[in-house]
Structures are given as structure tokens and as C-alpha cells.
């Protein structure tokens, strides 16, 4: 399947043209440039960093070594999102870690009474975010900026999600070479245990929350216990640990007391 979606990518086609024309006859440039992609995703570059796009929950995203490259998890993280969303009001959204965007992107495209926001550490990180907002057209909707957690955010949120780094300091050498070499690792590393980064996000999570709204976050399946315990010492209300369809404890939700 990688080998068909690059060369479906060398030929600037879809992959269906490759079925539909199975005997034509690549030029020696196309072959050259086949050539070059394969040996690079041989030598451990990622598929999505090498066609620069990905699709995410029905929407099209350009993807880079500038932000995490956006997985199934987080499609279900959104998906848990989407239905604590009230329909019948304006709803205040906060994209914290937004990296490539998908989450505030999607919000701002499937909520068309939300207002969005969504802060990075990283600028890089947060200029990919903007192109994949004007991509997709929804870049008058979402307010970007630079900010370590909730350093610079001010106001209250009805929800916001994060997929913060949650990765042991000490398992990061034993990540897949594609991971480890290619993504950035601030969006990775978790410190020890994995919850230094969750412990620093839900310091002041409280204060940021409106009465009754949600915090949801994507976590390592073995921190659900922790997180649990750490949400209740911070004021968070209606702790609940959901599982991802691979069966493992993904997600973590809690609301903010009314």
C-alpha cells in the first residue's frame, strides 16, 4: 500500500489512476524520482512526511517534521469533542498543543457556532497550523498564538482538548527510528513517568474552565490511575478514564465543577 501511495504521489495522481492504467510506462525522470522517495521511506522518513499530506477526519492536512504527525487516537480524541459540544449556543473551544492543527481546524469546520483558539510552544508548529487553517478554510475562525500551556491564555473555555507530550523520558530511545529521528521531540517527551507535561497543563486547567465545561485529554495507557488522581487534586469533577478501539485506556475526561 506504501509503495502505491508514493507512486501514486511521484505521478501527481490517485492511487485508483494506478489500477486504471496499470501497463503505462513511467519516464526515466518518474522512475528516478520513485526511486529517491522509496530509498528515503527505506532509511526510516515518514509516509506522511514524504507525500506532506495526510488525511484527518474527512479533511486534508499538510503535515512536516515541524509537529507531531497527527494519528488514529486523536481522531477518536476529537471524536469524544464533538459530542460534549453543545449545539444549541455559542461554545468557546481551546486547542492546547494544537501542533499541526487538526483539532482546532476540525472544530472550527464541524461547529460553525464555535469560537476557537489554539496555542503552541512552538512557532513553527503554529505557522503549519495556519497554512492547514487556510487550507481548509477556516483560518477567520480560529485565534493562534504562542504559549507554554496556559501561559498566555486568559478567559474560560467550555472545552478544551490537548494531546500533550506523554511519552516516559526514558522510553523515548526505543520509539520506532520514524518517530524518534523525524518527529519533534518536545512533542513527545513527557518527563518522567510521562507526567510532567500533564502535571504543568492541569496545574491551571481549573481556572480556565467555565462552570460545567470539559477537559479532555489523549494519554499513555498505562497513566490512567495517575491522571485520575492528579484531576481530582486539582478541583476537575466526573473523572472517567475511556478506552480507544484498540482497547486501551486512551483518553482521560473530567468537567469542571458547576
Known amino acids: 500500500m506504501e509503495a502505491e501511495i508514493l507512486l501514486a504521489h511521484v505521478l501527481n495522481v490517485d492511487r485508483l489512476q494506478l489500477y486504471l ?20 521511506r527505506r532509511e526510516g522518513v515518514p509516509l506522511q512526511h514524504l507525500t506532506g499530506e495526510i488525511s484527518f477526519y474527512g479533511l486534508k492536512f499538510r503535515v512536516n517534521g515541524d509537529a507531531l504527525i497527527p494519528r488514529a487516537e486523536t ?43 489554539a496555542v503552541d510552544i512552538s512557532s513553527e ?12 478554510e477556516v483560518e477567520e475562525r480560529i485565534c493562534f498564538f ?5 501561559g498566555r491564555v ?32 518536545c512533542a513527545l517527551d513527557g518527563g518522567t513517568d510521562g507526567l510532567e507535561q500533564i502535571s504543568l497543563l492541569l496545574r491551571n486547567a481549573v481556572e480556565h474552565l467555565a462552570a460545567g465545561g470539559y477537559l479532555l485529554l489523549e494519554i499513555d495507557h498505562r497513566q490512567g490511575r495517575r491522571i485520575v488522581e492528579m484531576m481530582g487534586e486539582v478541583g476537575l469533577a466526573d473523572i472517567q478514564v475511556e478506552q480507544d478501539l484498540a482497547g486501551k485506556d486512551r483518553f482521560a475526561v473530567a468537567r469542571c465543577p458547576s
Open 125 to 136: 508548529a503554529l505557522q503549519l497550523a495556519r497554512v492547514n487553517a487556510s487550507l481548509n
Open 75 to 117: 481522531e477518536e480524541l476529537l471524536d469524544r469533542v464533538l459530542q460534549l459540544a453543545p449545539r444549541d449556543r455559542e461554545v468557546a473551544c481551546l486547542d492546547l498543543g494544537t501542533g499541526s492543527g487538526v483539532i482546532a481546524v476540525c472544530l472550527a469546520r464541524y461547529l460553525p457556532r464555535a469560537t476557537v483558539t
Open 21 to 40: 492504467a496499470p501497463e503505462k510506462p513511467l519516464t526515466s525522470e518518474e522512475r528516478g524520482r520513485y526511486r529517491t522517495v522509496v530509498k528515503r
Open 146 to 150: 504562542e504559549s507554554d500551556w496556559f
Open 154 to 185: 486568559s478567559g474560560r473555555f467550555d472545552l478544551i482538548a490537548s494531546n500533550p507530550p506523554y511519552v516516559d523520558e526514558r522510553e523515548l530511545s526505543n520509539l520506532p527510528c520514524e518517530v524518534r529521528e523525524h518527529e519533534p521531540r
